[in-house]
């Protein structure tokens, strides 16, 4: 019988990848006593990485994990593991859009921690749009983290379903009903009232004309920051939306793999 610890690995097989310099494979792991999926991204050549849990966007196959997004930020010297969420491409249990599932993202950090290329004393956050909330969970509920950085990401999961009339029918099935109807399930989900527990550095990047993710959010979450005392900076792209043009967005990944490495010494 496996051992069914959060964070254990029960599966891993390998996945064709887009970069020769750059091992993908598909884990399942535990979480939750249910077994969930992700992709793990290690740079071939033998070394000593920091480690990266990327937290995706979306929900079910939007926004789903891309192969060539986990190994670019693995070619800039990471070890790399990107949770699916639970529900998703074969996993166990259903995405909850950071109820539970935000246990799949805290697991996801043991999943790194066992890399033999890994230094499980140097793991940071990495998100993007709805991985901004899981994001913020995952660094309320651990301790051992090193830095956090959310790209055009959710702070408020009320002011989501306020803003995307889109998504409301898929929230109001997945958490159980509206804001009103609903509040404490929606509240739960929030994580600025604990941002206090928050102990890594965050690093805000968001789009001033974002209509996915309204600017408005990366100002929530500052404000929040900042009022608690903690350490941020903010990247705010003047003019841009949610999606950056290729070029933009390849040097935004440099750098803020550069900053994620220049945090905790």
Request: glycine share 8%.
């Amino acid at each position: 019988m496996r051992e069914r610890t959060d964070g254990s690995i029960s599966k891993r097989k390998e996945y064709p990848s887009p970069n020769p310099k750059v091992r993908l494979e598909e884990v399942t792991y535990w979480s939750d006593g249910l077994q969930v999926k992700g992709m793990l991204a290690t740079p071939k050549a033998e070394g000593h990485y920091d480690g990266l849990l990327y937290l995706r966007g979306g929900i079910q196959h939007v926004g789903m994990v891309r192969p060539a997004r986990i190994a670019q930020f693995a070619s800039h010297g990471l070890v790399v593991f990107a949770p699916y969420y639970r529900g998703n491409r074969g996993g166990e249990g259903k995405d909850e859009f950071a109820g539970d599932d935000r246990n799949d993202a805290v697991a996801g950090v043991e999943v790194l921690k066992q890399q033999q290329f890994a230094d499980s004393e140097r793991i940071h956050l990495f998100s993007f749009s709805r991985g901004g909330i899981m994001a913020l969970w995952t660094a309320i509920l651990r301790e051992d983290l090193t830095s956090m950085v959310t790209w055009a990401g959710v702070s408020d999961v009320v002011f989501t379903y306020k803003e995307r009339e889109d998504m409301r029918r898929m929230m109001k099935r997945v958490i159980g009903g509206t804001p009103n109807n609903q509040p404490d399930a929606y509240r739960e989900r929030t994580a600025l009232f604990r941002v206090e527990e928050i102990t890594i550095p965050a690093l805000i990047i968001h789009g001033t004309m974002d209509i996915n993710v309204s600017f408005e959010q990366a100002l929530l979450l500052e404000n929040a920051l900042r009022d608690a005392n903690k350490v941020y900076e903010t990247w705010y792209l003047e003019g841009y939306t949610h999606y950056i043009p290729p070029e933009m967005n390849r040097r935004l990944v440099k750098d803020a793999v550069d900053w994620m490495k220049r945090q905790g010494y």
